[in-house]
């Protein structure tokens, strides 16, 4: 059982194309994390979201906490954009800072 | 720059052998973790630590030990590598109590191949 679920898992693009990535949990949270990882690299935090939309740059994210559901949109797509893109969702526990992470969308934005 | 920084990036071990991954981040954070990342499975979870002297398990903490004898170091070793180890593991660090407002800090992560 996943409490955290992405889709889609790949996704290859046209520059210049509006991407999004969705996420889906099943855990009661308050708010809700956007990953980066590029290719060889390490793993960046975009956004944390506990309500509404946020945006930075050409990334926007929004959640419905009522709905339990998360997206992740990229507008006007780059080659640079390439990279996973992971949600995650914090867990109940009491103990440690603590996430339930999606296993990640592959991103690929083709010149 | 402030951040996390893991040694070494790349590793291959031999069935058997023994190493030590180090984890050393710069932000005062009370809390560290040890991830794995594995294809299709997404991070798990190896151990945590709350606080400098203390560390917990997490999922998948079988085959490994940490410590956390300084607050800003977190060691990870294998005492006997095995094949089932080869992954990619992430070091991240945060502040207490306060992932709904604040995010992590990873790091760059270490390749690790047992042959």
């Known amino acids: 059982k996943n409490e955290v679920e992405q889709s889609p898992q790949n996704l290859t693009a046209q520059e210049g194309e509006f991407i999004t990535i969705n996420c889906s949990y099943s855990v009661g949270i308050s708010a809700l994390h956007w990953l980066q990882q590029h290719p060889g690299g390490g793993i960046v935090s975009l956004f944390m979201l506990s309500s509404g939309k946020k945006k930075h740059g050409r990334l926007i994210a929004t959640i419905n906490i009522q709905e339990k559901h998360s997206s992740l949109h990229i507008t006007a797509s780059h080659p640079r954009d390439s990279a996973v893109y992971i949600c995650a969702a914090p867990t109940p526990s009491n103990t440690g800072n603590q996430f339930y992470f999606g296993t990640g969308t592959s991103l690929t934005v083709i010149p | 720059n402030a951040g996390v920084t893991q040694t070494p990036k790349f590793r291959v071990l031999k069935t058997g052998q023994s190493m030590t991954l180090l984890c050393a981040q710069d932000m005062n954070h009370e809390y560290m973790y040890w991830y794995r990342q594995d294809p299709g499975m997404g991070l798990r979870l190896i151990h945590y630590?709350?606080?400098?002297?203390?560390?917990a398990k997490g999922e998948v903490p079988d085959g490994y030990n940490v410590s956390r004898l300084k607050k800003q170091n977190f060691l990870l070793g294998l005492e006997s590598a095995a094949p089932s180890q080869t992954s990619v593991y992430f070091c991240?660090?945060?502040?207490?109590?306060?992932?709904?407002?604040?995010?992590?800090?990873f790091g760059s992560g270490t390749r690790l191949t047992v042959v």
């Open positions: 630590s709350v606080g400098e002297g203390t560390t």
């Open positions: 991240a660090s945060s502040y207490p109590a306060d992932r709904s407002r604040r995010g992590y800090t």
